[in-house]
Protein backbone atom coordinates (compact mmCIF):
# COMPACT_ATOMS: atom_id res chain seq x y z
CA UNK A 1 0.00 0.00 0.00
CA UNK A 2 1.44 3.55 -0.86
CA UNK A 3 2.24 5.88 1.68
CA UNK A 4 0.69 9.48 1.97
CA UNK A 5 2.65 11.98 1.70
CA UNK A 6 3.35 14.17 4.74
CA UNK A 7 5.18 17.50 4.41
CA UNK A 8 6.43 19.90 7.20
CA UNK A 9 8.91 22.77 7.12
CA UNK A 10 10.48 25.02 10.13
CA UNK A 11 10.69 28.77 8.82
CA UNK A 12 13.91 28.78 6.59
CA UNK A 13 16.18 30.52 9.15
CA UNK A 14 18.32 34.33 8.25
CA UNK A 15 21.43 33.40 9.10
CA UNK A 16 22.93 36.65 10.04
CA UNK A 17 23.79 35.42 13.10
CA UNK A 18 24.06 32.06 15.43
CA UNK A 19 21.25 30.03 15.98
CA UNK A 20 19.12 31.05 19.38
CA UNK A 21 16.45 28.95 21.64
CA UNK A 22 13.95 30.06 19.30
CA UNK A 23 15.25 28.70 16.51
CA UNK A 24 15.08 25.14 18.77
CA UNK A 25 11.72 25.32 19.43
CA UNK A 26 10.19 25.71 16.01
CA UNK A 27 12.61 22.90 14.94
CA UNK A 28 12.03 20.55 17.84
CA UNK A 29 8.30 21.26 17.11
CA UNK A 30 8.95 20.64 13.41
CA UNK A 31 11.01 16.82 14.64
CA UNK A 32 8.21 15.98 16.94
CA UNK A 33 5.68 16.19 14.57
CA UNK A 34 7.59 14.64 11.37
CA UNK A 35 8.62 11.65 13.62
CA UNK A 36 5.17 11.26 14.80
CA UNK A 37 3.61 11.17 11.53
CA UNK A 38 6.54 8.40 10.12
CA UNK A 39 5.31 6.27 13.28
CA UNK A 40 1.93 6.44 12.10
CA UNK A 41 2.98 5.62 8.31
CA UNK A 42 3.69 8.45 6.04
CA UNK A 43 5.70 9.12 3.93
CA UNK A 44 7.53 11.78 5.50
CA UNK A 45 9.60 15.20 3.95
CA UNK A 46 10.83 17.19 6.74
CA UNK A 47 12.73 20.66 5.62
CA UNK A 48 14.82 22.82 7.17
CA UNK A 49 17.50 25.01 6.14
CA UNK A 50 18.42 29.15 5.85
CA UNK A 51 17.59 31.76 3.80
CA UNK A 52 20.71 33.53 2.73
CA UNK A 53 19.96 36.32 0.53
CA UNK A 54 19.38 40.01 1.46
CA UNK A 55 20.62 43.97 2.08
CA UNK A 56 21.28 42.53 5.95
CA UNK A 57 23.84 40.45 5.07
CA UNK A 58 25.23 41.97 2.47
CA UNK A 59 26.27 44.39 5.11
CA UNK A 60 27.10 41.61 7.64
CA UNK A 61 29.76 40.23 4.92
CA UNK A 62 31.00 44.10 4.67
CA UNK A 63 31.73 44.66 8.20
CA UNK A 64 33.48 40.93 8.07
CA UNK A 65 35.88 41.84 5.00
CA UNK A 66 34.18 38.56 3.53
CA UNK A 67 32.04 38.00 0.27
CA UNK A 68 28.51 37.09 1.31
CA UNK A 69 28.51 33.95 -0.10
CA UNK A 70 31.96 33.23 2.38
CA UNK A 71 30.12 34.96 5.20
CA UNK A 72 26.94 32.48 4.83
CA UNK A 73 28.90 29.34 4.00
CA UNK A 74 30.12 30.17 8.02
CA UNK A 75 27.20 30.82 9.32
CA UNK A 76 25.49 27.94 8.10
CA UNK A 77 27.69 25.51 10.14
CA UNK A 78 26.68 26.06 13.53
CA UNK A 79 23.15 25.72 12.14
CA UNK A 80 24.04 22.24 10.73
CA UNK A 81 25.92 21.31 13.84
CA UNK A 82 23.63 22.20 16.19
CA UNK A 83 20.40 20.10 14.53
CA UNK A 84 23.11 17.33 14.55
CA UNK A 85 23.70 17.73 17.41
CA UNK A 86 19.95 17.73 18.78
CA UNK A 87 19.29 15.17 16.67
CA UNK A 88 17.20 16.14 14.30
CA UNK A 89 15.61 13.85 11.61
CA UNK A 90 14.72 16.38 8.83
CA UNK A 91 15.11 14.93 5.37
CA UNK A 92 16.88 17.90 3.07
CA UNK A 93 18.53 21.04 4.28
CA UNK A 94 17.82 23.93 1.81
CA UNK A 95 20.05 26.92 1.03
CA UNK A 96 18.82 29.57 -1.23
CA UNK A 97 22.23 29.70 -2.70
CA UNK A 98 22.11 26.18 -3.75
CA UNK A 99 22.67 26.12 -7.66
CA UNK A 100 19.25 24.32 -8.26
CA UNK A 101 17.17 26.73 -5.79
CA UNK A 102 18.41 29.48 -7.90
CA UNK A 103 17.69 28.24 -11.15
CA UNK A 104 14.02 26.97 -9.93
CA UNK A 105 13.21 30.73 -8.84
CA UNK A 106 14.29 32.01 -11.53
CA UNK A 107 12.04 29.70 -14.14
CA UNK A 108 9.17 30.48 -11.69
CA UNK A 109 9.84 34.39 -11.44
CA UNK A 110 10.06 34.46 -15.53
CA UNK A 111 6.69 31.76 -15.77
CA UNK A 112 5.09 34.35 -13.46
CA UNK A 113 5.73 37.26 -15.61
CA UNK A 114 5.00 35.96 -18.88
CA UNK A 115 1.76 34.72 -17.73
CA UNK A 116 1.09 38.72 -16.69
CA UNK A 117 1.12 38.18 -12.82
CA UNK A 118 4.02 40.32 -12.16
CA UNK A 119 4.58 43.77 -13.84
CA UNK A 120 7.30 46.10 -13.69
CA UNK A 121 6.70 49.46 -11.12
CA UNK A 122 8.19 51.85 -8.57
CA UNK A 123 7.88 51.08 -4.98
CA UNK A 124 8.23 54.52 -2.38
CA UNK A 125 7.38 53.83 1.26
CA UNK A 126 8.55 54.24 4.57
CA UNK A 127 11.59 51.48 4.70
CA UNK A 128 12.86 49.37 7.33
CA UNK A 129 16.50 48.55 5.99
CA UNK A 130 17.04 45.53 8.79
CA UNK A 131 13.98 44.07 8.58
CA UNK A 132 14.12 45.31 4.74
CA UNK A 133 10.91 45.96 4.36
CA UNK A 134 8.38 48.71 3.39
CA UNK A 135 5.62 50.02 5.28
CA UNK A 136 2.98 52.77 4.67
CA UNK A 137 2.46 55.35 6.82
CA UNK A 138 -0.39 54.14 8.48
CA UNK A 139 1.35 50.93 9.10
CA UNK A 140 4.25 52.81 11.47
CA UNK A 141 3.87 52.22 14.89
CA UNK A 142 5.20 55.95 16.69
CA UNK A 143 6.92 56.48 13.21
CA UNK A 144 8.77 53.57 13.26
CA UNK A 145 9.03 49.67 12.07
CA UNK A 146 5.89 47.68 13.25
CA UNK A 147 8.47 44.74 13.25
CA UNK A 148 11.27 45.59 14.79
CA UNK A 149 10.93 49.30 16.20
CA UNK A 150 13.67 50.95 14.29
CA UNK A 151 13.73 54.01 12.72
CA UNK A 152 12.06 54.04 9.07
CA UNK A 153 13.22 56.68 6.20
CA UNK A 154 11.83 57.48 2.69
CA UNK A 155 12.81 55.34 -0.40
CA UNK A 156 11.66 54.20 -3.63
CA UNK A 157 13.33 52.12 -6.19
CA UNK A 158 11.66 50.23 -9.93
CA UNK A 159 10.86 47.33 -8.65
CA UNK A 160 8.54 44.15 -9.98
CA UNK A 161 5.31 43.26 -8.20
CA UNK A 162 2.95 40.39 -7.78
CA UNK A 163 -0.42 41.25 -8.65
CA UNK A 164 -2.06 40.10 -5.06
CA UNK A 165 -4.66 42.53 -4.85
CA UNK A 166 -6.30 40.90 -7.76
CA UNK A 167 -7.05 37.86 -5.58
CA UNK A 168 -8.62 39.71 -2.60
CA UNK A 169 -11.79 38.36 -2.42
CA UNK A 170 -10.54 34.97 -3.40
CA UNK A 171 -7.71 35.05 -0.51
CA UNK A 172 -10.83 36.23 2.10
CA UNK A 173 -12.97 33.63 0.99
CA UNK A 174 -10.32 31.19 1.55
CA UNK A 175 -9.13 32.22 5.35
CA UNK A 176 -13.04 32.88 6.21
CA UNK A 177 -15.03 29.72 4.73
CA UNK A 178 -11.86 27.21 5.79
CA UNK A 179 -9.88 26.05 8.11
CA UNK A 180 -6.69 26.44 5.98
CA UNK A 181 -4.93 28.72 8.39
CA UNK A 182 -5.40 28.19 12.15
CA UNK A 183 -6.10 29.41 14.93
CA UNK A 184 -8.84 31.75 13.85
CA UNK A 185 -7.43 34.66 15.80
CA UNK A 186 -4.80 34.68 13.00
CA UNK A 187 -7.82 34.58 10.55
CA UNK A 188 -8.76 38.00 12.00
CA UNK A 189 -5.74 39.65 12.32
CA UNK A 190 -5.17 39.06 8.22
CA UNK A 191 -8.55 40.06 7.17
CA UNK A 192 -8.56 43.07 9.16
CA UNK A 193 -5.51 44.69 8.81
CA UNK A 194 -4.63 43.31 5.30
CA UNK A 195 -7.23 42.59 3.33
CA UNK A 196 -10.45 44.73 4.37
CA UNK A 197 -8.27 47.54 4.44
CA UNK A 198 -6.95 47.22 0.62
CA UNK A 199 -4.68 44.05 -0.50
CA UNK A 200 -1.81 45.62 -1.68
CA UNK A 201 0.46 44.35 -4.69
CA UNK A 202 3.25 42.81 -3.32
CA UNK A 203 6.75 43.92 -4.17
CA UNK A 204 8.99 40.83 -5.22
CA UNK A 205 12.23 42.28 -6.64
CA UNK A 206 14.90 44.96 -5.58
CA UNK A 207 17.70 46.84 -7.01
CA UNK A 208 18.51 48.55 -3.85
CA UNK A 209 21.35 45.74 -3.50
CA UNK A 210 22.83 42.62 -5.09
CA UNK A 211 22.80 40.30 -2.78
CA UNK A 212 20.04 37.94 -4.27
CA UNK A 213 18.74 35.61 -7.04
CA UNK A 214 19.19 37.44 -10.22
CA UNK A 215 16.47 38.21 -12.62
CA UNK A 216 17.63 36.93 -15.18
CA UNK A 217 16.10 38.92 -17.96
CA UNK A 218 16.28 42.45 -16.31
CA UNK A 219 19.86 42.60 -14.84
CA UNK A 220 20.26 44.90 -12.11
CA UNK A 221 16.74 43.28 -10.09
CA UNK A 222 17.35 40.41 -7.64
CA UNK A 223 14.57 38.37 -6.16
CA UNK A 224 13.16 39.70 -3.44
CA UNK A 225 14.51 37.83 -0.12
CA UNK A 226 10.78 36.29 1.34
CA UNK A 227 9.77 35.42 -2.34
CA UNK A 228 13.00 33.66 -3.00
CA UNK A 229 12.72 31.69 0.15
CA UNK A 230 9.02 30.89 -0.33
CA UNK A 231 9.90 29.33 -3.93
Known sequence: MEKKPFYITTPIYYPSGNPHIGHCYTTVACDSIARYRRMQGYDVMFLTG???HGLKIEQKAAEKGVTPKEYVDEVVKPFKKLWSYMNISYDRYIRTTDDYHIETVQKIFKALYDKGYIYKG?????YCTPCESF???????DGKCPDCGREVHDASEEAYFFRLSKYAGRVRELLTTTDYLQPKSRVNEMVNNFIDPGLEDLCVSRTSFSWGVPVDFDPGHVVYVWVDALF
Do not use: A, F, P
Open 135 to 141: WTESQLV
Open 122 to 126: EYKGK
Open 50 to 52: TDE
